[in-house]
Nanobody, 120 residues
Framework: QVQLVESGGGLVQPGGSLRLSCAAS????????MGWYRQAPGKQRERVAR???????DYADSVKDRFTISRDNAKNTVYLQMNSLKPEDTAVYYC??????????????WGQGTQVTVSS
């Protein structure tokens, strides 16, 4: 079991930046993969970015070159740096953990989410 707590969300103007943090209740150093997902009103949850324990990353096309995922295993924390934010980035952002590889690639653990609103 692991608890995930997100922070860093808020209201930001278009073109602005935010950094989200996800603190895990125990060590994530051996976790296969950590990720960020988001869900906008009336839409399905979508994958934003993921990072494996070896450091390799993947991003949704909509956030490539604007968002950066990173992990600090010593602090049991995963980050999402979001730059050049757009109104369409408005959503609840969720942190997720995959301690071991799964057939579906679906995370086993989820945080409660943090709201990001991009508006002028």
């Amino acid at each position: 079991q692991v608890q995930l707590v997100e922070s860093g969300g808020g209201l930001v103007q278009p073109g602005g930046s935010l950094r989200l943090s996800c603190a895990a209740s125990r060590s994530i150093v051996r976790f296969y993969r950590m990720g960020w997902y988001r869900q906008a009103p009336g839409k399905q949850r979508e994958r934003v970015a993921r990072i494996k324990n070896g450091g390799s990353t993947d991003y949704a096309d909509s956030v490539k070159d604007r968002f950066t995922i990173s992990r600090d295993n010593a602090k049991n924390t995963v980050y999402l740096q979001m730059n050049s934010l757009k109104p369409e980035d408005t959503a609840v952002y969720y942190c997720a953990a995959e301690p071991l590889p799964t057939n579906t690639g679906a995370p086993d653990y989820w945080g409660q989410g943090t709201q990001v609103t991009v508006s002028s």
